[in-house]
């Protein structure tokens, strides 16, 4: 839904909306843990079901997930 109502950029892999979605799936039933671990909380998941292939934890950073949560 988000994706629709912005246009992602043609240069990035990983778009707002996945951001978005993956910054919900971190923070449900975990409310202290902050955005800085939300790369340490997908190292271990299927990504690539969830999202798309090549959607990956580094994605997940602090500057990625900062500059969409302002």
Known sequence: MIDTRLVPDKQETFTLGEAVAGMILNGLGV????????LQFFANKPLDLLWHEGVHADLFNRFKLGRYAR
């Open 31 to 38: 409310s202290n843990r902050p955005l800085s671990l939300t």
